[in-house]
């Protein structure tokens, strides 16, 4: 199974403008780069699991979630909140409760990260950010850490008081009127995360600090007095409208965009097969409803091989043929946003679409494309894909269904846990 295109699997080159596939035909290495583009800066998660600002149109290649690395590719987004590590700043509102700032090492590795402590007063103990303004989804996390106290809640506290609440040290979500999420980051930081679905309201990204007896219940309401010593570590405040969390976009003084990240253009003429081949992918795809879609093509959708990650459980392959689709066949159960692992088969009147290791169609029928020339992360700059690529391939001859079953198959039951994050709450 010789990859005349081999994009990741652990292998990653990366410079400004530019992430590098292979081709390893003959054991000889070939160049064949994506262009990469973002006009901003980002952060991502290194090596070391450590978040790290990269400048514009540097490829982010992310290891949050594996040591092997993925490509991070994001939409763009803006964090609302103007000082998301300055917490003593006047923006911030503090309810009996101080901030000390620079006690700890923070998710960055810099002693950057501040100390919330609650007051010995009976009242709830919170920090809450200025308002912000949301014409249709509100998503908003910390990144906190139990130094004493180890149970916190987010609450959006200006428009409809949804909420979620956390317990640090077993990084479990407590309880929560809305969707909520929480994640590790390593050396006892987690990212709570709270999702709100908001039309035309002005809102407040909160965060209170709860005694070690809370079990569930509107945190507002929580009256209790602390010991005046014990605390939570706090650091990278993000609001960001929409129904999902992107990577952090640090800010000092004003809102932050970050723009969109793109790659394409991968191969030529040479690289690519009009006759057969296989596309496979290792992918994940952010939380949204929107075609997100992984190409071989001649420059346009006319004449194409598709990947559409369409919803949170669907994926759906099609082939064009001079701006015809001639076959469409549909993948469904799957979770989208865990890795999964995908390989279209295509061949004149002999198609089959494989995921985690099973056939999920096959045709008989339908012409295939000519004049494929490029990989891209889009479908003729349309579309593009938003997500983690740990590997993408290509083969230039049609596999065998033992060899597409192996190429899609999990190695062991861990892997398969791991990787469609079937262990996440």
Do not use: C
């Amino acid at each position: 199974m010789t990859q005349k295109l081999k994009f990741g699997n652990g292998t990653w080159a990366t410079k400004k403008g530019s992430t590098l596939a292979y081709n390893d035909e003959n054991d000889r290495y070939k160049p064949l780069p994506f262009t990469t583009t973002r006009d901003s800066i980002a952060t991502r998660v290194n090596k070391e699991g450590l978040i790290e600002v990269v400048g514009n149109d540097v490829p982010r290649i992310d290891y949050t979630d594996s040591e092997d690395g993925a490509l991070l590719l994001e939409p763009s987004a803006t964090n609302l909140v103007t000082y998301s590590e300055d917490f003593s700043n006047g923006y911030w509102i503090k309810t009996e409760a101080t901030v000390t700032l620079n006690t700890t090492t923070s998710p960055d590795g810099s002693l950057n990260a501040s100390k919330l402590t609650p007051s010995t007063i009976n009242s709830n103990h919170k920090i809450a950010s200025g308002n912000v303004s949301i014409v249709s989804s509100l998503t908003s996390y910390w990144f906190v850490k139990s130094n004493g106290y180890s149970k916190v809640s987010l609450r959006e506290d200006a428009a409809v008081g949804k909420y979620a609440s956390f317990d640090l040290s077993q990084g479990i979500v407590l309880d929560s009127s809305t969707s909520s999420k929480i994640e590790d980051y390593g050396n006892g930081w987690f990212r709570i995360e709270l999702n709100d679905d908001l039309t035309n309201v002005t809102a407040r990204n909160s965060l209170y600090v709860l005694p070690d007896s809370y079990i569930s219940g509107s945190p507002n309401l929580v009256n209790w007095s602390a010991d005046g010593t014990s605390s939570i570590f706090i650091w990278g405040a993000q609001s960001e409208e929409g129904s999902y969390a992107t990577s952090y976009i640090p800010t000092n003084g004003s809102t932050v965009t970050r723009q969109a990240d793109t790659a394409s253009g991968a191969g030529n003429d040479v690289v690519f097969n009009d006759s057969e081949g296989v596309l496979f992918a290792e992918v994940s795809r952010i939380a949204d409803s929107t075609y997100k879609r992984i190409t071989i093509s001649s420059g346009s959708y006319h004449n194409s091989i598709v990947l559409d990650f369409h919803n949170s459980n669907s994926l759906i392959s099609r082939v064009y043929v001079s701006g015809s689709q001639v076959t469409e066949m549909t993948a469904t159960g799957l979770n989208i946003e865990g890795i999964n692992k995908i390989a279209f088969k295509y061949k004149h009147n002999d198609f089959s679409l494989w995921a985690n290791g099973i056939e999920v169609g096959a045709s008989s029928s339908g012409a295939i494309p000519t004049g494929l020339t490029g990989a891209s992360f889009d479908l003729g700059g349309d579309q593009p894909f938003y997500g983690k690529t740990k590997e993408l391939g290509y083969y230039d001859t049609a596999l065998t269904d033992a060899e597409l079953e192996y190429m899609t198959s999990y190695r062991s039951l861990n892997e398969l846990v791991t990787e469609l994050n079937l262990n996440k709450l």
